[in-house]
C-alpha cells in the first residue's frame, strides 16, 4: 500500500475539492448530518490535510489554530472502503506533527463518542461532559504536546 498525505489549502480547488468530498460521504451521507453544520465557513481559516493510498483520495483532517497555545483538529474523515487498515493513525500522526511544529502546547478535538478510545491511544484526554453536536454524542479531549 502507497500512502501520503498532502497539506491542503481551501484555495487549492482542486485537492480541496477531494476533502469536501470525504467529509461530504462520510459525515453527511453516512452519519446524517446537516450541510449546514457540515459546511461551517471556517474551511478557509484551516489547514486541510488529504490522505492519499494507492492513487485514491480516502481521508481527510481540518485543524486551525484554536485560542492560545492550542491546535484544534477537527473533520478527521476516512471513507468506509479504508477503515480498519490503520491509515487513521498515519493521518493523526501527521497532524499532531504538525501541531508540534506549530509550537501549540495542547491539541484538542471534539471526538464522537464511538472513537473515544481511538483518540485516548494517542494520549487524548477526556474533559468535561459529554454533548450532543450535529445529533451525534462527542467528547471534548485534550493532549499535551509540550
Given at each position: 500500500?502507497?500512502?501520503?498525505i498532502?497539506?491542503?489549502?481551501?484555495?487549492?480547488?482542486?485537492?480541496?475539492?477531494?476533502?469536501?468530498?470525504?467529509?461530504?460521504?462520510?459525515?453527511?451521507?453516512?452519519?446524517?448530518?446537516?450541510?449546514?453544520?457540515?459546511?461551517?465557513?471556517?474551511?478557509?481559516?484551516?489547514?486541510?490535510?488529504?490522505?492519499?493510498?494507492d492513487?485514491?483520495?480516502v481521508?481527510?483532517?481540518?485543524?486551525?489554530?484554536?485560542?492560545?497555545?492550542l491546535?484544534?483538529?477537527?473533520?478527521?474523515?476516512?471513507?468506509?472502503?479504508?477503515?480498519?487498515?490503520?491509515?487513521?493513525?498515519?493521518?493523526m500522526?501527521?497532524?499532531?506533527?504538525?501541531?508540534?511544529?506549530?509550537?501549540?502546547?495542547?491539541?484538542?478535538?471534539?471526538?464522537?463518542?464511538?472513537?473515544?478510545?481511538?483518540?485516548?491511544?494517542?494520549?487524548?484526554?477526556?474533559?468535561?461532559?459529554?454533548?450532543?453536536?450535529?445529533?451525534i454524542?462527542?467528547?471534548h479531549?485534550?493532549?499535551?504536546?509540550t
Amino acid at each position: 500500500m502507497k500512502i501520503h498525505i498532502d497539506d491542503v489549502s481551501a484555495e487549492n480547488t482542486h485537492t480541496f475539492a477531494l476533502c469536501q468530498h470525504i467529509r461530504l460521504v462520510v459525515f453527511c451521507l453516512e452519519q446524517n448530518v446537516s450541510e449546514s453544520l457540515e459546511w461551517d465557513g471556517l474551511d478557509g481559516d484551516c489547514r486541510h490535510a488529504l490522505l492519499w493510498s494507492d492513487g485514491l483520495a480516502v481521508g481527510t483532517a481540518r485543524t486551525r489554530t484554536y485560542g492560545v497555545n492550542l491546535f484544534k483538529i477537527e473533520r478527521v474523515a476516512m471513507l468506509k472502503s479504508h477503515r480498519g487498515q490503520g491509515l487513521g493513525r498515519v493521518l493523526m500522526e501527521h497532524l499532531l506533527v504538525n501541531a508540534r511544529v506549530t509550537g501549540a502546547h495542547y491539541a484538542v478535538l471534539n471526538a464522537q463518542l464511538a472513537v473515544k478510545n481511538f483518540y485516548a491511544g494517542f494520549g487524548f484526554i477526556a474533559e468535561g461532559p459529554e454533548f450532543i453536536e450535529a445529533e451525534i454524542p462527542h467528547v471534548h479531549m485534550r493532549l499535551k504536546l509540550t
